[in-house]
């Protein structure tokens, strides 16, 4: 049964299309922003544990977590959303006016996060990002690494003065669900919208493709030709 379990994980599944809804397929693709792309490491499904003190049990928790893309009223998004979290319900990467966002809902609150001013670039790896002082002065902290392709952390910082230091609240690690150990970054497959990791196939005109999500599969079913371009054109650039 493990080894049942096991394949049907790591065997992509097949999603093919027929050709008869062609005249409906008139949604060109949304572009994706090259803020977004340095996030394209974070789709998938993640098992979580966050702690409240590091290496402390005391208040720990489980959760799994899942990122995908998502693309409405002509926007693209990065979402998170979390079964049985305590920090965050969702977390959404967006852009506004041409700027990098990351929106963290809690549920009883939304916290607006900006990246960190910096004189120099961020990290693809290493995000930080942070909010406005509220009415009390009171600011957050967001902190996110992604160790490698099956490690990523999340840290949640509070400072309640301009004067004080940033304080840990709680700092979530999370390892990627479902991948293989031997699976190298050489070899694994594109997402045919994003150019993210592809995990789910999808055959059109006899032709198989890979998509990184839910979110990116619905985009490709909208015009697959088009998004097939798009990618094409994009690997001709490199």
């Known amino acids: 049964m493990a080894r049942i379990l096991l394949l049907l994980l790591t065997v992509p599944v097949v999603i093919a299309f027929s050709d008869e809804d062609e005249s409906k397929r008139t949604t060109d693709p949304i572009e994706i922003p090259n803020q977004l792309r340095p996030f394209n490491g974070l789709i998938g ?39 049985d979290g305590q920090r965050f319900r969702s ?20 916290l607006l996060f900006r990246p960190k001013p910096s004189s120099e670039p961020q990290s693809s790896k290493l995000r930080i990002f942070v909010s406005k002082p509220d009415r009390e002065g009171v600011s957050h902290r967001c902190t996110i690494r992604q160790l490698s392709e099956k490690r990523t952390t999340i840290l949640f910082e509070r400072q309640t003065s301009a004067q004080g230091a940033f304080r840990r609240t709680a700092e979530i690690g999370y390892t990627r669900s479902g991948t293989s150990l031997a699976q190298t970054e050489s070899s694994r497959r594109e997402c ?47």
Request: charged residues 20%; aromatic residues 10%; proline residues 1%.
């Open 45 to 83: 499904e993640w098992r979580g544990v966050g702690q409240l003190k590091r290496g402390s049990r005391q208040g720990a928790w489980s959760e799994k977590t899942s990122w995908g893309w998502g693309f409405a009223d002509g926007q693209a998004v990065i979402k998170a959303t979390a079964k």
């Open 91 to 110: 977390l959404t990467f967006q852009i506004e006016d041409g700027n990098l966002q990351l929106v963290q809902d809690t549920g009883d609150q939304k």
């Open 192 to 238: 045919v919208v994003t150019g993210g990791r592809g995990t789910i196939a999808v055959s059109h005109k006899g032709n198989t493709w890979y998509v990184c999500c839910t979110g990116c599969l619905q985009a490709f079913q909208q015009n697959p030709d088009k998004v097939i371009a798009r990618y094409l054109a994009s690997k001709k650039g490199e």
